[in-house]
């Protein structure tokens, strides 16, 4: 236990940042800090590749079948709310606290501990450690994808440590980002301006990831924003926010309105970013169709807001069981076509959709993996989880692939942790696996 939570202790320590809204990625100086970690703590033969999303690669053993075994060292920028300092370990309560602990360094930790002096009997056995998943792994999974195709080494199995239940994980979402800008438009007219303060309310996991937003269950600061707007006829002059990330809910949304009224004074407003602001409710409600079956159904929350040059720009997070990005993109649009008024100049934008998680329950992977967690007193049961991961860049395309990890909470919130029971046999759990997969 002493070695994965030291080991842990140091990767928090190294600020391996994804946050491009704040012009944050991990470069080549985090990858090789976290290099040197590892190399000290297990014999693993990491290298550093060519990937422009940083991938730590080693290989053992060869010959079928292939597995790969994945977990991210980049983490979301700490954001407001902490009790701690976010890059300095804190042990307490049985739980180890610090950004990444859950979210995804203690993965990192208990798979290179895990494999420590592992010599697979067949096969071959993959790891590699990514710096860019938390800004959609296109540089990192992505590219390792195209290769391990390329070299004749694609994988049979994928077992990708990015999760934070104990849970065997079967079925992710996939995500897309869309990107609303609304033309500034400035009025002036017969009004009263004050402001108003929205806070975020989770009443489900203990996590700010805007993929586990349930709506109904959870208030999202800018959305009831959006509502108080259109249900009174505010006009909306300035919008204010704790914004961290595009994947991020804020914890505080402040707009600031115009209420008409006659012989109250003059206001001022902007009835760009009034349309834009009214029409998140119906932009987070599209009429999409999906492919597959999904717990969490269709969710999209608007978490980021900045002017550029004259322009009012909202960044939305959509988790969709589907890889269509036209779809998406048309339903969106339908959405605006409907809201937006006549002469009022928009743009919309659609990234993503590179694929989702989803491995039959039956598949061979899938019983061993839920086999190994009931020998280790876990659930036996699979599960859905919210957040997008690594996966989809395997599963869609033949993989057998699982997502797994200590539990955990605070996950892209404050106090992030990971319990320290749970990481212990999270090591245990990779080594059952690899063990069966591989002998050895």
Known sequence: MRGVVDLLSELVRVRSVSGPELGLRVGRGEALEVLGLLRSYTDLPLEVTEAPGQVL????????PVSLYMAHFDVVPPGPGWSREPFEPVVEGGRLYGRGAADDKGNVAAIAIALRGFEPGRGTLLVAFTGDEEVGGSGGAGWLAGRLRAWGLWPDYVVNGDGAFSRVIVRRRSVFRARLRVEASRVEGEGRSFRLGFRLEVRGRDTRHAAYF???????????????????????SGVWGEWVKGNVLPASVVVEVVEPCGGCGRAVWDEGLTAAVGSLIPLTRPPLRVELVSEYGVTATPNVYRVEGGWHVFDIDLRAMTMDRGAVEEALARVLEEVMPRGLGWELEVSGGQGYLYTPRGAP??????????????????????????????????????DYGPLGGGVHGPDEYVELDALGKAVEFYRRVAEALHGG
């Open 57 to 64: 690669l080693a290989r053992l053993g060869s010959g079928r």
């Open 214 to 236: 349930i709506p109904g269950v959870d208030s999202h600061p800018l959305l009831e924003a959006s509502a108080v707007v259109r249900a009174r006829g505010y006009g909306v």
């Open 365 to 402: 992977l899938v019983e061993l993996a839920l086999r190994v967690n009931r020998g280790l007193g876990l659930s036996g049961e699979p599960m859905e989880a919210a957040g997008a991961s690594d996966s989809r860049y395997f599963s869609p395309h033949g993989s057998q692939a699982i």
